[in-house]
C-alpha cells in the first residue's frame, strides 16, 4: 500500500520534530522544511497527500505558499492546513481566501491536528 | 649621568628580565590553555547533550501522545544531567501545544518528581531560586503547587511575589486564579496591569470568579476587571456589562460600553444605542466607538443623530463609526454632506475619504452610466460647497486618466467650462 506523503514547514525546529514523530507514527512519510523556499522545493518534488504550513517564515510565509501551490497543477488539489501563532481572525479568512483548507492556531491539540489531517486527505480522494 | 652598578654588569639582570617574561608568557600560555580545554569541554559537553535530547525527544513524544505512564516510555533510568533535558523538552513542547498532550507533560512532570524539586527550591533562602522555582512551577502548570504559590504571593521580594502570580495564571483553576483577584485589591502591592495582563492570559477561567467577585471589588479593581473583560472578548461577562451601563458610575459606564465593543456581539446594540444618549460625554464616546465595532445596523440612525453632538469625541466616533457600517453607514454619512451642522458635514467627508468611496466616486466621473456620473457630480458639487477640495485638487493633478483630471479640473474652476469657452 502507498504511504501518505506529508510535508511540514516551519521554521521552529521543536515543531517539526514533534510533528515528525507523530505522523510517523501514524504511518506517514514525512518531508519537511525550515524556511518558505525550502518548503515549495520540498513540495514541487514530493507532490505530496498533506501539507502543513507555518505562517510566518524565512522567504515567503504561509499564504505566499499556499498561493504558490493552488496556481500549480500539480499540487492545486493537495490538502493545505495553515498553523498559526497569530492570533488575528483576519490571518484565518486571508489564509481561506489563498486557499487553505485549515486554519489551526498554536499552541494546537497534537490529536485533533492529526485527526483534521486524516480528514482532509479523505476528503480530497473523495 | 651615569648607570647605576645594580643595572648593569654582572648578567644577574638579563637573567631576571629573562625569567619575567618567561614567566608572565608561561602565565598567558596557562590561561590560553584552560581557556581552550574549558571551551571544549564546554562544547563536548553540549554536543553531549545535544545527542542525549535526540535520544530522548522520540520516547517523550510517544509517551505525549500515548496512554501509559511516562516509566513505559523512558530508554532508561533518568540520569541527574538528563533531568535539565527532560524539561526543555517538556516546556518547549508546552509553548506548541495544548489539551491533553500539555496534560501528559504535566503529569510526567510530577511522577519525575521535578513539582517535589521545584517546591523544596521554592522555600530556599536564596530569592533568585525561589524566583526560578516559581516560574518552573507555573511552566510545569502543576495543581500540586498552588498552596505554595499563593503563599509566595506574599513574599519579601517582588520578583518572586510576580513570578508565582504569574505561575497561578498559568495554572489556572479557580482556586490558583482567586488570590489574583484578590491582588486586584491591593494597588500598594500590585501593579493592577500586571494582574490583569496575568488574569487576561488565563482567559474564561478569570472571567467566571472576576464575575463572582464583582460586586465586592472597590472601584478601581471593577474598572481593571471591566477592562479584563473586554480583553479576553468573553461572552459570559455580556449581561453584566450591560447592567453596568445604567451604573451611577460614569467611568464605570464608559469602560463597560468599550468593553461591549470589544466583546463585539451586536445584540448589545440596543443597549449601547440607549448609551449614546447618556448625559456624560465620554460614555457617549464610547458607546460610539462601540457600535463601530458591532456588525449590525439598527444603530445608524442613532449614530447620525450623534454626528451633531455638542462634544467634538462623540461626533467623531459616530463618524468613524459609520463609516464601518458597509453601505447602509456610508450612505448616512453621504446624506450628512447636506447637514446643516458644518462639523457634523466635515466630519462625513473625512470619514468618506478615509473609506476610500470618494476615490471611487472620482472615478465615476468618467463612467458611462449617466446617472452614476451624475451622482459623482452631485457630491463632488457638495464637497466644493463645503470647501473639502484637497483630494480633489490633488486627482486634478495626478488622475491617471486625463478626462478626469479635466472634469476635475472644471469642477474646480481651475479650467473654464466647455459651454462657457464656446
Redesign the interface.
Known amino acids: 500500500m502507498k504511504q501518505n506523503r506529508i510535508v511540514i514547514a516551519d521554521d ?1 525546529p ?2 517539526i ?2 510533528l515528525s ?2 505522523f510517523q ?1 501514524e504511518g506517514f512519510e514525512v518531508r519537511t522544511a525550515d524556511d518558505g523556499e525550502k518548503a515549495l522545493k520540498v513540495i514541487r518534488e514530493t507532490r505530496p497527500d498533506l501539507i502543513i504550513l507555518d505562517l510566518v517564515m524565512p522567504y515567503h510565509d504561509g499564504f505566499e505558499i499556499c498561493q504558490q501551490v493552488r496556481a500549480a497543477a500539480l499540487t492545486a488539489n493537495v490538502p493545505v492546513i495553515i498553523l498559526s501563532m497569530k492570533e488575528k481572525e483576519q490571518d484565518a479568512i486571508r489564509a481561506f481566501e489563498v486557499g487553505a483548507d485549515d486554519f489551526i492556531r ?7 491536528l492529526v485527526a483534521r489531517a486524516r480528514k482532509l486527505m479523505n476528503d480530497s480522494r473523495t | 649621568m651615569t648607570t647605576p652598578q645594580w643595572l648593569v654588569g654582572n648578567g644577574q639582570i638579563h637573567d631576571l628580565v629573562f625569567w619575567l617574561i618567561g614567566a608572565v608568557g608561561s602565565v598567558f600560555l596557562l590561561l590560553v590553555i584552560i581557556i581552550i580545554v574549558s571551551k571544549a569541554w564546554r562544547e563536548y559537553v553540549e554536543e553531549g547533550l545535544r545527542r542525549r535530547r535526540v535520544e530522548l525527544e522520540p520516547s517523550f513524544f510517544k509517551y505525549v501522545v500515548g496512554q501509559g505512564p511516562i516509566e513505559n516510555y523512558l530508554p532508561r533510568p533518568l540520569a541527574r544531567k538528563e533531568r535539565v533535558l527532560v524539561e526543555d523538552i517538556f516546556f518547549d513542547l508546552g509553548r506548541i501545544v495544548k489539551g491533553s498532550v500539555r496534560e501528559r507533560a504535566r503529569d510526567a512532570f510530577e511522577k519525575l518528581g521535578f513539582i517535589e524539586h521545584y517546591l523544596e527550591k521554592l522555600e530556599s533562602r536564596r530569592w533568585w531560586t525561589r524566583a526560578e522555582a516559581a516560574e518552573k512551577l507555573g511552566l510545569m502548570g502543576s495543581e500540586r503547587a498552588t498552596r505554595s504559590l499563593i503563599t509566595h504571593m506574599d513574599d519579601q521580594v517582588p520578583e518572586v511575589r510576580v513570578r508565582a502570580a504569574r505561575a497561578l495564571g498559568t495554572i489556572r483553576t479557580s482556586e490558583a486564579l482567586r488570590p489574583l483577584t484578590r491582588a486586584l485589591l491591593d494597588p500598594g502591592r500590585w501593579s493592577a496591569i500586571r494582574v490583569a495582563g496575568i488574569l487576561i492570559g488565563a482567559g474564561d477561567e478569570s472571567v467566571e470568579i472576576l464575575l463572582q467577585e464583582f460586586h465586592a471589588l472597590p472601584m478601581h479593581a471593577k474598572i481593571a476587571a471591566i477592562d479584563i473583560f473586554g480583553r479576553i472578548r468573553s461572552l459570559k461577562a455580556i449581561s453584566l456589562l450591560r447592567e453596568l451601563l445604567a451604573s451611577p458610575d460614569p467611568d464605570i459606564r464608559a469602560r463597560a460600553a468599550f468593553a461591549l465593543g470589544s466583546i463585539g456581539d451586536p445584540t448589545s446594540a440596543s443597549y449601547l444605542t440607549e448609551s449614546l444618549k447618556d448625559k456624560n460625554w465620554a460614555v457617549r464616546a464610547m458607546a460610539a466607538k462601540a457600535l463601530g465595532r458591532l456588525k449590525e445596523e439598527e444603530s445608524i440612525d442613532a449614530l447620525c443623530a450623534s454626528l451633531v453632538d455638542p462634544q467634538w469625541w462623540v461626533r467623531a466616533n459616530a463618524a468613524e463609526a459609520l463609516k464601518n457600517k458597509g453601505t447602509r453607514g456610508v450612505g448616512a454619512l453621504l446624506a450628512m454632506l447636506d447637514s446643516k451642522d458644518v462639523y457634523a458635514a466635515q466630519q462625513a467627508v473625512q470619514m468618506l475619504q478615509e473609506s476610500g468611496l470618494l476615490d471611487e466616486m472620482i472615478s465615476r466621473l468618467a463612467s458611462e452610466d449617466g446617472e452614476q456620473r451624475q451622482n459623482a457630480l452631485d457630491i463632488m458639487a457638495k464637497l466644493v460647497k463645503l470647501k473639502r477640495t484637497d483630494l480633489l485638487t490633488e486627482m486634478a493633478h495626478t488622475h491617471p486618466e486625463s478626462n478626469i483630471r479635466q472634469r476635475l479640473a472644471i469642477i474646480l474652476g481651475l479650467r473654464p467650462h466647455p459651454r462657457q469657452t464656446a
Open positions: 521552529d521543536i515543531v520534530k514533534f514523530a507523530i507514527d498554536k499552541p494546537f491539540n497534537a490529536l485533533e
